[in-house]
Protein backbone atom coordinates (compact mmCIF):
# COMPACT_ATOMS: atom_id res chain seq x y z
CA UNK A 1 0.00 0.00 0.00
CA UNK A 2 1.63 3.59 -1.16
CA UNK A 3 0.87 5.88 1.36
CA UNK A 4 0.97 9.67 0.22
CA UNK A 5 3.03 11.97 2.66
CA UNK A 6 1.41 15.17 2.52
CA UNK A 7 2.70 18.12 3.36
CA UNK A 8 0.61 18.11 6.97
CA UNK A 9 2.09 14.96 7.95
CA UNK A 10 5.84 15.78 7.29
CA UNK A 11 5.37 19.21 9.16
CA UNK A 12 3.86 17.16 12.01
CA UNK A 13 6.12 14.53 12.03
CA UNK A 14 9.02 17.07 11.75
CA UNK A 15 7.71 18.96 15.00
CA UNK A 16 7.37 15.72 16.89
CA UNK A 17 11.43 14.92 16.28
CA UNK A 18 12.54 17.98 17.27
CA UNK A 19 11.27 18.29 20.55
CA UNK A 20 11.59 16.33 23.71
CA UNK A 21 8.84 17.74 25.83
CA UNK A 22 6.25 14.96 24.81
CA UNK A 23 3.24 17.51 23.27
CA UNK A 24 -0.29 17.06 23.12
CA UNK A 25 -2.24 17.46 19.94
CA UNK A 26 -2.80 20.95 20.56
CA UNK A 27 0.63 21.95 21.15
CA UNK A 28 1.23 20.15 17.99
CA UNK A 29 -1.09 22.29 16.30
CA UNK A 30 0.22 25.75 17.67
CA UNK A 31 3.50 24.52 16.35
CA UNK A 32 2.21 23.27 12.80
CA UNK A 33 0.35 26.94 12.78
CA UNK A 34 3.40 28.56 12.61
CA UNK A 35 4.29 27.03 9.23
CA UNK A 36 1.38 25.73 7.87
CA UNK A 37 -0.90 28.62 9.18
CA UNK A 38 -4.48 27.38 7.56
CA UNK A 39 -3.78 23.54 9.12
CA UNK A 40 -7.11 22.49 11.35
CA UNK A 41 -7.21 21.08 14.70
CA UNK A 42 -9.12 18.51 13.05
CA UNK A 43 -5.98 17.46 10.34
CA UNK A 44 -3.46 17.87 13.34
CA UNK A 45 -5.36 15.05 15.45
CA UNK A 46 -6.24 13.04 12.13
CA UNK A 47 -2.29 12.99 11.42
CA UNK A 48 -1.40 12.57 14.82
CA UNK A 49 -3.35 9.05 14.99
CA UNK A 50 -2.40 8.21 11.61
CA UNK A 51 1.35 8.60 12.30
CA UNK A 52 0.88 6.72 15.43
CA UNK A 53 -0.52 3.79 13.43
CA UNK A 54 1.99 3.10 11.16
CA UNK A 55 4.33 3.63 14.32
CA UNK A 56 5.93 6.24 13.37
CA UNK A 57 5.25 8.43 16.50
CA UNK A 58 4.58 7.11 20.30
CA UNK A 59 1.15 8.07 21.78
CA UNK A 60 0.46 7.81 25.24
CA UNK A 61 -1.79 8.84 28.07
CA UNK A 62 -0.64 10.41 31.05
CA UNK A 63 -3.35 12.11 33.09
CA UNK A 64 -5.93 11.03 30.76
CA UNK A 65 -4.46 13.11 28.56
CA UNK A 66 -2.55 12.13 25.36
CA UNK A 67 0.75 12.51 24.43
CA UNK A 68 3.23 11.97 21.57
CA UNK A 69 6.93 11.17 21.38
CA UNK A 70 8.79 11.43 18.07
CA UNK A 71 11.31 9.09 19.35
CA UNK A 72 9.78 5.43 18.63
CA UNK A 73 12.57 3.27 20.13
CA UNK A 74 11.35 1.18 23.09
CA UNK A 75 12.14 3.72 25.72
CA UNK A 76 11.18 4.71 29.73
CA UNK A 77 9.13 7.83 30.48
CA UNK A 78 9.48 9.82 33.83
CA UNK A 79 6.57 12.11 34.79
CA UNK A 80 7.34 14.72 37.57
CA UNK A 81 4.61 14.29 39.61
CA UNK A 82 5.01 18.56 41.31
CA UNK A 83 5.34 19.58 37.66
CA UNK A 84 3.60 17.31 35.07
CA UNK A 85 6.84 17.59 32.73
CA UNK A 86 7.24 14.17 30.94
CA UNK A 87 10.84 12.73 29.80
CA UNK A 88 12.59 10.22 28.48
CA UNK A 89 14.16 7.77 31.06
CA UNK A 90 18.20 6.54 28.98
CA UNK A 91 18.37 3.27 30.35
CA UNK A 92 18.67 0.12 28.63
CA UNK A 93 14.43 -1.45 28.38
CA UNK A 94 15.07 -4.18 30.95
CA UNK A 95 14.08 -7.26 28.84
CA UNK A 96 14.43 -9.98 31.71
CA UNK A 97 11.11 -8.51 33.06
CA UNK A 98 9.26 -9.06 29.71
CA UNK A 99 10.37 -12.98 29.89
CA UNK A 100 9.50 -12.76 33.99
CA UNK A 101 5.64 -11.76 33.05
CA UNK A 102 5.48 -14.30 30.84
CA UNK A 103 6.08 -16.90 32.79
CA UNK A 104 3.86 -16.05 35.46
CA UNK A 105 1.01 -14.82 33.18
CA UNK A 106 1.50 -17.49 30.38
CA UNK A 107 1.32 -14.87 28.01
CA UNK A 108 3.38 -14.11 24.92
CA UNK A 109 4.93 -10.92 25.96
CA UNK A 110 7.09 -8.98 23.13
CA UNK A 111 7.66 -5.49 24.81
CA UNK A 112 6.82 -2.97 27.68
CA UNK A 113 6.30 0.19 28.10
CA UNK A 114 7.00 1.55 31.74
CA UNK A 115 6.22 5.14 33.37
CA UNK A 116 8.09 6.35 36.40
CA UNK A 117 7.14 9.31 38.60
CA UNK A 118 8.94 11.49 41.18
CA UNK A 119 10.40 14.81 41.16
CA UNK A 120 12.15 16.30 38.03
CA UNK A 121 15.64 17.81 39.41
CA UNK A 122 14.04 21.22 39.53
CA UNK A 123 11.31 20.40 41.20
CA UNK A 124 13.94 18.43 44.04
CA UNK A 125 16.15 21.80 44.07
CA UNK A 126 12.85 23.71 45.06
Known sequence: MNIRQTRQRETILEILRSTHCHPTADWVYEQARKIIPN???????RNLNFLAKQ???????HDHV??????TENHYHFVCT??????DINVPIDTTLNRRVARGSGYSV???RAMFFGLCSECKRK
Not at 66 to 71: E, F, I, K, N, V
Not at 82 to 87: K, T
Open 110 to 112: SSH
Open 66 to 71: CRYDGY
Open 82 to 87: DCGRVC
Open 39 to 45: ISLGTVY
Open 55 to 61: NQVLRFE
